[in-house]
Nanobody, 127 residues
Framework: QVQLVETGGGMVQAGGSLRLSCAAS????????MAWFRQAPGKEREFVAG????????YYTDSVKGRFTISRESAETTMYLQMSSLEPEDTAVYYC????????????????????WGQGTQVTVSS
């Protein structure tokens, strides 16, 4: 059974930092592209950052470039999102996501080809 479990959300002041973690089970951890999406109140869910299954390729939405860093450890079944210089506009529920299978690329995932979702973790940035 595939499971994605996020941890690390919370409340922080603008300019602060948080690190999100996503623990992945099974073959996803070593063979699928993974990503973070977020959904703010009243808005659609949007792609934030993604990483290929090897970890060699990453992609960020423009609004977080230079502030967020996505990573995954080959020896661990965990993906991370280090968030710095947080802004109130970053307030949202953050979701971990994995591709539909090893044949699906990071680009597929970025375009919405999500096979698995985590339950989400709330990030609140106060001004």
């Amino acid at each position: 059974q595939v499971q994605l479990v996020e941890t690390g959300g919370g409340m922080v002041q603008a300019g602060g930092s948080l690190r999100l973690s996503c623990a992945a089970s099974g073959y996803i951890a070593s063979s699928c592209a993974m990503a973070w999406f977020r959904q703010a109140p009243g808005k659609e869910r949007e792609f934030v950052a993604g990483i290929s299954w090897t970890g060699a390729t990453t992609y960020y939405t423009d609004s977080v470039k230079g502030r967020f860093t996505i990573s995954r450890e080959s020896a661990e079944t965990t993906m991370y999102l280090q968030m710095s210089s947080l802004e109130p506009e970053d307030t949202a529920v953050y979701y971990c996501a994995a591709g539909r299978g090893p044949a699906y690329t990071l680009e597929d995932l970025r375009r919405g080809g999500v096979g698995y979702w985590g339950q989400g973790t709330q990030v609140t940035v106060s001004s």
